[in-house]
């Protein structure tokens, strides 16, 4: 059989710099993200934290103007009892209700620097290694700018460890921790001893679908809820190693059992064309997935972003479509 490659590389690079953390970026591993600060107590104690990129930042109290490039950044600072000045652009409500009002000042991949510049804010939250290239013009209008991502549950816990001492929160940090460290061990015992459902995870936009690795954050949340993951053992794109291109037979080699597509909106869409490219090769027609009409768009909230500390939803939501029965 010819192997088929789903592919558009125009589009995948729109695709690629259309989500924020929960998108294919560049590969990073934070290395024990360090925190630390004269004071835990005075608002006007001298805060440092290194932020992913192994930057040391040092904030004069506690910052009070913040600006969220991502959805999963903004979750993180409101749920550690923050508040931000600024919010990264969406098509619908805010992923925060509370922050609904808050000014749009672009995103990750598009930063506006024109708004930013009007809000004044102490730091503006952006992604590593995406923004390194905004440090700059960040710090050209006063303000710093401190660099995050997430590729795993563990990336987000260090998101919240880090965030914690920005905002001197630490305990309500550890807090959430250990409620996403709670569950994961939930997860883990609930499925230690069942069948793994295997599963093709798919990043989409129209016209262009890749498969999400183990290392990226889609990837992780599914081995954790407890699928497996076909796509596993596909080659890294060289440019965004947690995604691979789509070979339709190794896929179907594979016949996984659900096949669940992420995007980051337009989610009818993103649909309706993925199976428009499945019905124009028969072959998919055999694969358990599709016999049995297992082929769904997870919420984009949740999957086609970083959740932040909502992270607790994506895994149970995971976990109840590999396991309806439980």
């Known amino acids: 059989m010819k192997s088929h490659v789903l592919w558009s590389s125009a589009a995948l690079l ?32 001298t805060i440092q934290v290194t932020d992913f990129s192994k930057r040391t930042l040092a904030f004069q109290g506690i910052p009070q103007h913040i600006v969220a490039l991502s959805n999963g950044d903004l979750d993180i600072i ?6 931000a000045v ?17 000014q749009q000042v672009g995103s990750t991949h598009e930063v506006d620097l024109e708004k930013i510049t009007m809000l004044k804010p102490d730091v503006v939250l952006g992604n590593y290694p995406m923004n390194e290239k905004d440090i700059p013009a960040i710090e050209g209008v006063g303000s710093q700018l401190l660099l995050t991502g997430a590729n795993s549950v563990k990336d987000i816990q260090s998101q919240i460890t880090l965030f914690g001492q920005l905002l001197q929160k630490q305990a309500q940090a550890v807090k959430l921790n250990e409620q996403i460290d709670q569950q994961v061990a939930k997860l883990q015992k609930d499925t230690a001893s069942s069948s793994k459902p295997k599963v093709l995870l798919v990043y989409g936009a129209p016209a262009t679908y890749m498969a999400a690795l183990p290392n990226s954050l889609g990837g992780n949340i599914l081995e954790v809820a407890g699928g497996s993951n076909i796509a596993a053992d596909f080659p890294g794109l060289q440019n965004f190693p947690q995604y691979a291109q789509l070979n339709t037979e190794r896929i179907i080699q594979a016949d996984p059992d659900y096949i669940f597509i992420m995007t980051h909106g337009n989610t009818e869409e993103v649909k309706a064309a993925f199976l428009k490219e499945m019905q124009e090769n028969a072959a998919w027609n055999g694969i358990q997935a599709v016999k049995s009409n297992q082929v769904e ?12 500390a909502r992270v607790t939803k994506a895994l149970d939501l995971m976990h109840d479509k590999l396991y309806p029965a439980k």
Do not use: Q
Not at 301 to 308: A, Y
């Open 78 to 83: 409101y749920a550690l009892g923050g508040t």
């Open 297 to 308: 768009v997870l919420p984009s909230d949740l999957f086609g972003t970083n959740p932040g």
């Open 14 to 45: 729109l695709a690629v710099t259309g989500c924020s953390s929960g998108a294919p970026t560049a590969d990073h591993k934070p290395t024990n993200v360090s925190v630390s600060a004269t004071s835990s107590r005075a608002n006007n104690a």
């Open 86 to 102: 600024g919010r990264p652009n969406s098509n619908g409500p805010s992923v925060v209700p509370t922050a609904e009002n808050v």
